[in-house]
T-cell receptor, first 110, second 115 residues
Framework: ELKVEQNPLFLSMQEGKNYTIYCNYS?????LYWYRQDPGKSLESLFV?????AVKQEGRLMASLDTKARLSTLHITAAVHDLSATYFC??????????FGKGTRLSVIA | EPEVTQTPSHQVTQMGQEVILRCVPI?????FYWYRQILGQKVEFLVS????????KSEIFDDQFSVERPDGSNFTLKIRSTKLEDSAMYFC?????????????FGPGTRLTVL
């Protein structure tokens, strides 16, 4: 059974600081997704990671994938308040449904 | 840009009542999904649907749930007799094809509140 673990589940960080969110998964995967969710809103796709060593960046967010370690990271650089949201990773494998992590609730404070 | 739409955005119902949640997937997509997110928790898969049949369902998707594509555009989730624990955000998603290499696009969600 595919399991996805995220940590931390809650993260309070100061503006301007850097931090990393981790996503571990239990079996091989074909794709890994990172989503952002604002309170009461839908899932906004941030990154799709396909292969080992993949790195993608958008603004202050950078995602990477290590398939050997079954680990993806979402790195936040110089956080700003607008990044406050819940971030989910989700793993896709074969024809099985997407499996989501529990999410990391990020709060960026001044 | 094409998007998945869902109606209503918020549904309040009494326990034991039937509800139907509606979704319009992206027009050229063939695979449709429902997910559920209880407040503050992770997103959980309910069911996938292709070619007018359920292709996969989770343990959550019991006999109280059903899905249908009544016409060429809508995809519905029906809960026959709602329970308090059905209160959640329900997301519809669609994809062009099946499997990991076809990205699923999510709708804005319907917040279901069961009183």
């Amino acid at each position: 059974e595919l399991k996805v673990e995220q940590n931390p589940l809650f993260l309070s960080m100061q503006e301007g600081k850097n931090y990393t969110i981790y996503c571990n998964y239990s079996t091989t995967s074909d794709r890994l997704y990172w989503y952002r969710q604002d309170p009461g809103k839908s899932l906004e796709s941030l990154f799709v990671l396909l292969s080992n060593g993949a790195v993608k960046q958008e603004g202050r967010l950078m995602a990477s994938l290590d398939t050997k370690a079954r680990l993806s990271t979402l790195h936040i650089t110089a956080a700003v308040h607008d990044l406050s949201a819940t971030y989910f990773c989700a793993v896709a494998r074969g024809n099985t449904p997407l499996v989501f992590g529990k999410g990391t609730r990020l709060s960026v404070i001044a | 840009e094409p998007e998945v739409t869902q109606t209503p955005s918020h549904q309040v119902t009494q326990m034991g009542q039937e509800v139907i949640l509606r979704c319009v997937p992206i027009s050229n997509h063939l695979y449709f999904y429902w997910y559920r997110q209880i407040l503050g928790q992770k997103v959980e898969f309910l069911v996938s649907f292709y070619n007018n049949e359920i292709s996969e369902k989770s343990e959550i998707f019991d006999d109280q749930f059903s899905v249908e594509r009544p016409d060429g555009s809508n995809f519905t989730l029906k809960i026959r007799s709602t329970k308090l624990e059905d209160s959640a955000m329900y997301f519809c998603a669609s994809s062009e094809g099946a499997g990991a290499y076809n990205e699923q696009f999510f709708g804005p969600g319907t917040r279901l509140t069961v009183l």
